[in-house]
């Protein structure tokens, strides 16, 4: 079910009538059914692959719980008896996020992994072509993020299976995240209120902005990026330069706008979900930047991946090799450098089973990792040449120069093969060919003048709310100043461009969600 059908739009609706009619004491259980309704649709089948998920984290929160209780009825002495008990609730760990993300990993990468054996090899083990859960990457770092943080006792585990499962599997998260954290979300969920009608009003106008974002802006470039990015590219390298930049475009929007959609629904019911997307088009590094995509993916990687392996013995003794032999900074956090490697690295490969991505994560995690390892150097080469760090001209020169280092990024990500990708940069620095960006090839990569002017005029609202916002503006609490007939044309208008623009423009396809395969 997508987020733009029809059939989304009066599941909402209509769970929303049904939650805030019904007794306060039952609104969870409509919460519950409207998220299976929405992910039945999908596919009874993929259902199996979320209870499967939620029975496996639910299960291993309840034995850690009863470890964490049987751990503070020890003696305070009995220091043998904690950590007997530590190394089982390690274990319970283990086994679970195993079991999770070895489903994860069957379903996304074990028929490539099948692929990279010899023939001989290849013909005898078997290959698995399951129906590829909604959501699969997102429900499942929720739900071990869980189980690591009832590990570490930040919460009691949840006793109730229908609670939990409706953490796991609150419908308007489904397709892109955020992935949120339990102590968080949970209470927000399980909540008794009231209607809000400001809470309903902000959840429709920040729905409306995503519905905007994605319909008008991103379905449209996604058109010229499905034209020009592909095997056997007939166009120049300014052509493939604009391509890039629709994918980019795409990307964005449809990115921010499918989480602006996922958290307007959810504000619909009174809940406030965790910030997704920080204006990374102003990122001022590469290490910036991903602080702002994708945050709560970030912020699981930080919390669960990159302090483990930062904090582990292993790494702690290739910080003591560093200081020993590397000295100074470049010795202080060789460690720590490492650990960031990793993190990037297993994003890249979360990303999906093409070798591009693989690549794409050593690209990120190399250039950050090497930031780090030459941030002394860059202080030093900043001060001889009487760089002003703080100046208006530097900062912008950050931004674009972190823009440039994303572009050329975007080639990898935007291609369907990594050969496809060195292809198109080899074409766009050694064949540029820029007569075919006014000698009308624009006008035939299947979209009209008047498309790209909305491109561009949409691109252009985006970017002026967002400079509105990174400079302390609050959209939404400025509307809110103004009066009734100024807050009644903030839905309105964007309704009404919305269905000219998008729904009811000739030939009207809408796209799925780039991060909904994922």
């Given at each position: 079910?997508?987020?733009?059908?029809?059939?989304?739009?009066?599941?909402?609706?209509?769970?929303?009538?049904?939650?805030?009619?019904?007794?306060?004491?039952?609104?969870?259980?409509?919460?519950?059914?409207?998220?299976?309704?929405?992910?039945?649709?999908?596919?009874?089948?993929?259902?199996?692959?979320?209870?499967?998920?939620?029975?496996?984290?639910?299960?291993?929160?309840?034995?850690?719980?009863?470890m964490?209780?049987?751990?503070?009825?020890?003696?305070?002495?009995?220091?043998?008896?904690?950590?007997r008990?530590?190394?089982?609730?390690?274990?319970?760990?283990?086994?679970?996020?195993?079991?999770?993300?070895?489903?994860?990993?069957?379903?996304?990468?074990?028929?490539?992994?099948?692929?990279?054996?010899?023939?001989?090899?290849?013909?005898?083990?078997?290959?698995?072509?399951?129906?590829?859960?909604?959501?699969?990457?997102?429900?499942?770092?929720?739900?071990?993020?869980?189980?690591?943080?009832?590990?570490?006792?930040?919460y009691?585990?949840?006793?109730?299976?229908?609670?939990?499962?409706?953490?796991?599997?609150f419908?308007?998260?489904?397709?892109?995240?955020?992935?949120?954290?339990?102590?968080?979300?949970?209470?927000?969920l399980?909540?008794?209120?009231?209607?809000?009608?400001?809470?309903?009003?902000?959840?429709?106008?920040?729905?409306?902005?995503?519905?905007?974002?994605?319909?008008?802006?991103?379905?449209?470039?996604?058109?010229?990026?499905?034209?020009?990015?592909?095997?056997?590219?007939?166009?120049?390298?300014?052509?493939?330069?604009?391509?890039?930049?629709?994918?980019?475009?795409?990307?964005?929007?449809?990115?921010?706008?499918?989480?602006?959609?996922?958290?307007?629904?959810?504000?619909?019911?009174?809940?406030?979900?965790?910030?997704?997307?920080?204006?990374?088009?102003?990122?001022?590094?590469l290490?910036?930047?991903?602080?702002?995509?994708?945050?709560?993916?970030?912020?699981?990687?930080?919390?669960?991946?990159?302090?483990?392996?930062?904090?582990?013995?292993?790494?702690?003794?290739?910080?003591?090799?560093?200081r020993?032999?590397?000295?100074?900074?470049?010795?202080?956090?060789?460690?720590?450098s490492?650990?960031?490697?990793?993190?990037?690295?297993?994003?890249?490969?979360?990303?999906?089973?093409?070798?591009?991505?693989?690549?794409?994560?050593?690209?990120?995690?190399?250039?950050?990792?090497?930031?780090?390892?030459?941030?002394?150097?860059?202080?030093?080469?900043?001060?001889?040449?009487?760089?002003?760090?703080?100046?208006?001209?530097?900062?912008?020169?950050?931004?674009?120069?972190?823009?440039?280092?994303?572009?050329?990024?975007?080639?990898?990500?935007?291609?369907?093969?990594?050969?496809?990708?060195?292809?198109?940069?080899?074409t766009?620095?050694?064949?540029?060919?820029?007569?075919?960006?006014?000698?009308?090839?624009?006008?035939?990569l299947?979209?009209?003048?008047?498309?790209?002017?909305?491109?561009?005029?949409?691109?252009?609202?985006?970017?002026?709310?967002?400079?509105?916002?990174?400079?302390?503006?609050?959209?939404?609490?400025?509307?809110?100043?103004?009066?009734?007939?100024?807050?009644?044309?903030?839905?309105?208008?964007?309704?009404?461009?919305?269905?000219?623009?998008?729904?009811?423009?000739?030939?009207?396809?809408?796209?799925?969600?780039?991060?909904?395969?994922?």
């Amino acid at each position: 079910m997508a987020f733009t059908s029809w059939e989304f739009l009066l599941l909402t609706a209509g769970a929303a009538v049904v939650y805030y009619l019904l007794h306060r004491h039952t609104q969870w259980p409509v919460l519950l059914a409207a998220s299976l309704i929405f992910y039945a649709a999908g596919g009874l089948g993929a259902m199996v692959w979320l209870f499967a998920i939620a029975a496996v984290t639910w299960g291993g929160g309840l034995v850690l719980q009863r470890m964490n209780d049987a751990r503070k009825a020890l003696p305070k002495g009995d220091k043998a008896g904690q950590q007997r008990i530590k190394r089982r609730k390690k274990a319970v760990v283990a086994v679970t996020a195993v079991l999770c993300f070895g489903l994860v990993y069957v379903m996304k990468y074990w028929n490539t992994t099948v692929a990279l054996f010899p023939a001989a090899v290849e013909r005898v083990l078997p290959r698995w072509d399951f129906l590829m859960p909604l959501g699969l990457s997102f429900f499942t770092f929720q739900s071990v993020g869980y189980v690591i943080d009832v590990y570490r006792s930040k919460y009691a585990a949840q006793r109730n299976p229908a609670k939990y499962l409706l953490f796991v599997s609150f419908f308007p998260q489904m397709v892109q995240g955020p992935i949120g954290r339990y102590d968080a979300l949970a209470p927000q969920l399980l909540a008794q209120r009231s209607v809000d009608w400001r809470m309903v009003d902000r959840g429709i106008q920040l729905a409306m902005w995503g519905y905007f974002k994605k319909m008008v802006i991103a379905d449209r470039a996604a058109v010229v990026v499905n034209t020009v990015i592909g095997e056997n590219c007939p166009y120049g390298g300014a052509v493939i330069f604009v391509g890039i930049l629709a994918y980019s475009v795409q990307l964005y929007c449809d990115f921010s706008g499918g989480i602006d959609i996922t958290r307007g629904v959810a504000q619909i019911f009174g809940i406030d979900m965790a910030e997704n997307f920080l204006r990374p088009i102003f990122a001022t590094s590469l290490a910036d930047y991903w602080r702002r995509w994708h945050v709560s993916l970030g912020h699981w990687m930080r919390d669960y991946l990159f302090y483990p392996l930062s904090l582990s013995k292993p790494f702690a003794k290739l910080g003591k090799w560093g200081r020993r032999h590397l000295g100074g900074l470049p010795g202080k956090i060789l460690a720590t450098s490492a650990a960031t490697f990793v993190v990037y690295l297993v994003i890249g490969i979360w990303h999906g089973v093409n070798f591009r991505y693989f690549v794409y994560g050593i690209w990120n995690g190399s250039l950050i990792t090497i930031s780090m390892l030459m941030e002394h150097r860059f202080l030093a080469w900043k001060q001889a040449l009487h760089i002003n760090d703080k100046s208006r001209g530097y900062h912008f020169f950050t931004i674009t120069r972190t823009w440039l280092i994303v572009l050329f990024g975007r080639y990898i990500g935007s291609s369907p093969r990594l050969l496809v990708a060195l292809s198109l940069m080899a074409t766009t620095i050694l064949h540029p060919v820029p007569s075919q960006l006014w000698d009308g090839t624009l006008l035939q990569l299947g979209i009209t003048g008047t498309d790209w002017a909305i491109i561009g005029l949409g691109t252009a609202v985006v970017l002026a709310v967002e400079t509105f916002q990174e400079r302390g503006g609050k959209v939404r609490e400025t509307l809110e100043r103004q009066n009734g007939f100024v807050q009644w044309l903030a839905i309105a208008v964007p309704l009404i461009v919305i269905l000219l623009l998008g729904v009811f423009r000739a030939g009207y396809i809408s796209s799925s969600f780039i991060y909904g395969q994922y």
